[in-house]
């Protein structure tokens, strides 16, 4: 299917922008507005508000369409490819595949303190409904709170023998997720723990295909809990037994 | 204003509850001197520098002293032992010291009248640099004249440079008070970085050599718009003194500085934390800084329509912390936050009930109010709606410091333009609201009314709990935010040092003096 914006007409190609200029919103700064509209692909860009938002800014709110479509065919998206199990499945196969409780050691690392997302998934009451991994049978949690520095991480994880390892990434300002999470890798393998272990990561800016790009196993964002986790998990570690044997 | 009809004598009792609560915190307090503490009388004496290693001078002193001599005696018996042996001045000696021509902590030590008399230019010198400030600040406002409601917005590129042009950006917009917030990780440094910095994650690394730039740029500003313009920075982590020093010395206007903050949401040490508030906490009453609280974030954590009662009961903490510290009300810039999840029905009828609870139940302090952030997702223009709601509880309760919310909460540190559009949204409705508190009262027995007065309830509950328990015990319980800390455990428990008989700290004991 060839996709195009839909403002009020199918395909009428219709978007909204707005952004800032180093300049003020005079005749020369809507021109270069809609100039900068028109280098992006729009047709007709309409400059339908320019104002001053402090001395030498403009700020400037565009309306055009675009004449580009999208060829849905030909769209792959990288995602997670296990089903997310229920919590009683994740349990149960647990039992019967892998007769021994899973440990998963979490922890919001580097200089990072928000730990919101990371209870959300490792603890008893879990987040929006769906509870957290503590509360699986059959699994180990051990969530080591924020500001962990990888050098502890990795030592946590080697001492509590881990199978999973969950990383929690929010503050991505001037990329410091990117270098916080490559060095956790770095690190493992250093250890020779990175093959041991499955390597996740999670965040409000974190998707699976970033995670892979880095070194990860996964990768969850927004709108994922422990079950979406527990199951790629649990789903991997059975596979990897199986192609152990 | 007793627009709510609360019951004095539940308030009364909940002030009472909580000075107990924080007198049991200032037995231990009394007791106990830090490494930070010590840092800032170095400081507060005109100590200040790096090594070519770029360590700071006043850690340099204070680890030396830790390790060789007995820093439970304060630094302040070693920098006069130093000057009189010597017969230096301070300067002279502090550079002997850096060139290893002399060494701290061999020398014997002088009393305590002789240290007062050895250091006493030093610390007069700063002293009145710190009471100058505050008598610039006060004829500056009066110049200008003040808001009663102002409109606060922080800057966050972790380049002091960008951050400059874009305070004076929002200035110029409308902005009264604006924070640079600082980069993850400072306050788990146990020193204080120094010089100007250009690269910061998530914020701007809080050095003097920072505040001084921004200062300047915002007095700027405020001339061309007669209009004071208050600059924010952040007294806690394990530096809180030394950065409320910093401030003094630089006219800061408002330091966060909360009591338990750094404990529940940096894992910071609780010991180090109580006795390193009241320093910095009488530090900034000295210097006329108001201090702001962080009771908001426990709403981040925990849930705002179950745990309201949570923020009032440390509210009443924090304002007792600040009274024992000689804070007067103008001072205590209590927080609190529009956090109640929209999809809850009549949810803004609830945020005007804890807002106007709190405007009357501390009718003097310059509250700080907070705007949604975890409601808000990636839909700006939801989040445009939310935030507008605020602003007109803001306007309608009549908070003091108003923190305005940003479009783009949930996806990063605001840009130029978010800041603008959350302006003009709050000066709209303070404009379109200007008179409706005092057009508007409410339903006897109705919602608002019935919610202010259970959560008033709940709060002397939990505080007649803590009272019982003592509050290092209530903290180990995870009263606040649901997080619990040991009191030995967290971060920077062994900078913490009981005191011997002959302690002297020459700052405080001055300032305590001056401030009784
Ligand atoms: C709550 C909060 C705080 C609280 C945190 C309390 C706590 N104990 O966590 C407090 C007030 C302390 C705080 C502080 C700061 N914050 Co903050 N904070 C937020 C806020 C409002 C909500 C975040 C949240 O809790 N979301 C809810 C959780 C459940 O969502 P989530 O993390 O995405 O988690 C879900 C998924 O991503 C996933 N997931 C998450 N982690 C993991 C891990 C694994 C392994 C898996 C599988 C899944 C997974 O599962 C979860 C459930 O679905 C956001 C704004 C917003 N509305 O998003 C800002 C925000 C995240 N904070 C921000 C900043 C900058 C800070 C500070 C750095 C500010 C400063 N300079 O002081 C400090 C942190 C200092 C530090 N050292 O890190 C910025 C980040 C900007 C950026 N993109 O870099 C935001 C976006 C606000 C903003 N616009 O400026 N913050």
Redesign the interface.
């Known amino acids: 299917m060839k996709l195009r914006p839909y403002g009020d007409t199918l395909a009428d190609g219709k978007v909204q922008l707005?952004?800032?200029l180093p300049c003020d919103p005079d005749a020369t700064g809507i021109e270069a507005a809609k100039q900068l509209a028109k280098a992006m692909g729009m047709i007709d860009p309409g400059v339908v508000q320019a104002?001053k938002?402090?001395?030498g800014?403009g700020?400037f709110i565009v309306y055009g369409s675009v004449p580009f479509a999208i060829d849905t065919d030909k769209i792959k998206v990288e995602d997670v490819a296990t089903p997310t199990l229920s919590r009683e499945e994740i349990e149960s196969l647990i039992e019967k595949e892998l007769g021994r409780d899973v440990v998963f050691v979490g922890a919001s690392t580097?200089?990072?303190?928000h730990?919101?997302g990371i209870?959300a998934i490792m603890n008893m009451k879990g987040f929006a409904g769906h509870y957290g991994l503590e509360r699986y049978k059959h699994v180990k949690a051990y969530n080591l709170?924020?500001?962990v520095a990888n050098e502890e991480f990795v030592r946590q994880a080697r001492r509590l023998q881990a199978d999973v390892l969950l990383v929690s990434q929010t503050?991505?300002?001037?990329d410091?997720h990117l270098r916080n999470l490559t060095n956790l890798v770095e690190l493992l393998e250093a250890e020779k723990l990175r093959d041991q272990v499955i390597l996740i990561a999670g965040g409000?800016r974190i998707t699976h295909e970033l995670a892979k790009e880095l070194g990860y196993d996964a990768g969850f964002g927004p709108k994922k809990y422990a079950e979406d986790v527990a199951s790629f998990a649990v789903l991997e570690l059975i596979e990897r037994k199986k192609s152990v044997k | 204003m007793n627009k709510l009809n609360l019951d004095q004598n539940v308030i009364a009792t909940c002030r009472q509850l909580a000075m107990g609560i924080a007198d049991d915190i200032h037995e231990f307090i009394h007791k106990h001197t830090t490494v930070s503490v010590e840092r800032t009388v170095c400081r507060l004496l005109g100590v200040d520098g790096v090594d070519r290693f770029g360590v700071p001078i006043p850690n340099l002193i204070v680890d030396d002293i830790k390790d060789r001599g007995d820093l439970s005696r304060g630094v302040s018996v070693y920098l006069a032992a130093g000057l009189k042996a010597t017969g230096m001045d301070l300067k002279a000696l502090v550079k002997a010291y850096l060139q290893g021509e002399v060494q701290l902590g061999s020398d014997p030590l002088p009393s305590i009248k002789e240290t007062l008399g050895i250091l006493e230019p030093y610390y007069a010198a700063t002293l009145k640099q710190i009471k100058d400030n505050r008598g610039e600040r006060e004829n500056r406002k009066q110049k200008y004249g003040q808001k009663p409601t102002e409109i606060y917005v922080i800057v966050a590129t972790g380049n002091i440079h960008e951050d400059v042009i874009q305070a004076k950006a929002a200035a110029k917009a409308g902005a009264d008070i604006i924070a640079v917030i600082r980069s993850t990780g400072q306050s788990l440094l146990d020193y204080v970085p120094y010089g100007i910095t250009t690269e910061g994650f998530g914020g701007t690394y809080a050095t003097q050599a920072n505040f001084r730039l921004m200062r300047a740029a915002l007095d700027e500003v405020a001339e061309a718009e007669n209009r004071y313009i208050s600059l924010v920075n952040y007294a806690s982590g394990l530096c809180m003194p030394e950065i409320a020093a910093m401030a003094a010395l630089e006219r800061l206007d408002i330091l966060l500085n909360d009591s338990m903050y750094g404990i529940i949401f940096r894992d910071i040490n609780m010991q180090r934390t109580f006795i390193d508030q009241y320093f910095s906490r009488l530090i900034n009453a000295y210097a006329g800084i108001i201090i702001n609280t962080g009771e908001d974030n426990y709403l981040t954590t925990s849930d705002a329509v179950e745990e309201a009662h949570t923020v009032l009961a440390s509210q009443f903490i924090n304002e007792a912390f600040a009274l024992k510290a000689h804070l007067p009300e103008q001072l205590m810039g209590l927080g609190h936050a529009f956090e109640i999840d929209p999809a809850v029905e009549d949810s803004f009828l609830l945020e005007i009930a804890q807002a106007e609870m709190a405007r009357e139940i501390f009718p003097t302090a310059p509250l700080k109010y907070m705007p949604p952030t975890k409601h808000i997702n990636g839909n700006i223009f939801r989040a445009y709606q939310q935030n507008t709601m605020f602003n007109l509880a803001t306007t309608f309760t009549d908070q003091s410091i108003h923190l305005l919310g940003m479009m783009t909460e949930a996806i990063h540190t605001p840009f130029i333009a978010d800041r603008y559009l959350a302006i003009e949204n709050a000066k709209l409705v303070q404009r379109a609201a200007k008179s409706m508190r005092e057009e508007i009262c409410f339903k006897p027995g109705g919602i608002i009314e019935s919610r202010a007065k259970s959560v008033l309830a709940k709060a002397a509950e939990l505080l007649e709990s803590v009272r019982k328990i003592g509050l290092f015990q209530a903290l180990e319980n995870g009263v606040f935010a649901g997080v619990k800390r040991p009191f030995k455990g967290g971060k920077g428990l062994e900078g913490v040092i009981a005191k011997h008989p002959q302690y002297l700290n020459v700052i405080s004991a001055r300032m305590e003096a001056e401030l009784l």
């Open positions: 707005s952004f800032t104002e938002i402090g001395e800014f700020f580097g200089t990072d303190a730990t919101v209870d709170g924020s500001q503050v991505t300002q001037k410091i409000a």
